[in-house]
């Protein structure tokens, strides 16, 4: 049995994102509960090099949304990088699933082989879409949902694998 290319993504990405917003909710609740200013999680790193929690949270809504779109044949939505607190980066990741659930599954027909144009830092590239699916989009999507996981990890907001996996 074959799966569609609609398959492997979209609902991957929708589960990721619910985990997400899972432990964002989780250390919303946490730092409320213990009385600390939320901005001691939402600047965290987990080295100085790497990218805060507000980062994080935005690029993977940007891999999740920009990748089915691409595989889609749609024009990827612009969103402004402006969350500064909880309740906005929940409200990202429930713009990204709602627009990754609207779109037409039969808009995906063909998205194996389709040519995704790529502009990243000034450079641009072409590539078929399995490849960027697989070799780009999803690992970056894990990366940066891992990692905002970690952050929270690391900080003492009690979540678990479960929550990771959008299924606690």
């Known amino acids: 049995m074959s ?3 609609h398959q492997a993504s979209a609902p991957v990405f929708i589960q990721g994102l619910k ?3 899972g432990v964002l909710t989780k250390a919303a609740t ?4 213990k009385g600390w200013d939320p901005e001691a999680l939402l600047k965290a790193r987990l080295y100085p090099d790497m990218f805060p929690l507000i980062r994080q949270v935005q ?3 940007d891999f999740a949304k920009g990748c089915c779109a691409r595989l889609a044949g749609e024009e990827v939505p612009a969103w402004d990088d402006v969350e ?3 309740a906005e980066l929940i409200a990202r990741i429930d713009r990204a699933i709602a627009y990754v659930e609207g779109l037409d599954p039969t808009t995906f027909d063909g998205a194996e082989d389709r040519d995704i144009t790529l502009t990243r830092r000034g450079e641009t590239s072409v590539v078929k879409g399995l490849a960027y ?3 780009q989009a999803m690992p970056n999507f894990f990366f940066h ?3 905002a996981y970690a952050i929270l990890r690391h900080n003492g907001v009690e979540v678990g694998k479960r ?3 959008g299924t606690a």
């Open 84 to 86: 500064t607190n909880f």
């Open 3 to 5: 799966i569609s290319i």
């Open 19 to 21: 985990g997400l917003k």
């Open 59 to 61: 690029i993977a809504t």
């Open 133 to 135: 699916f697989q070799g």
């Open 145 to 147: 949902i891992t990692t």
């Open 30 to 33: 946490h730092v409320e509960t």
């Open 163 to 165: 929550d990771f996996l």
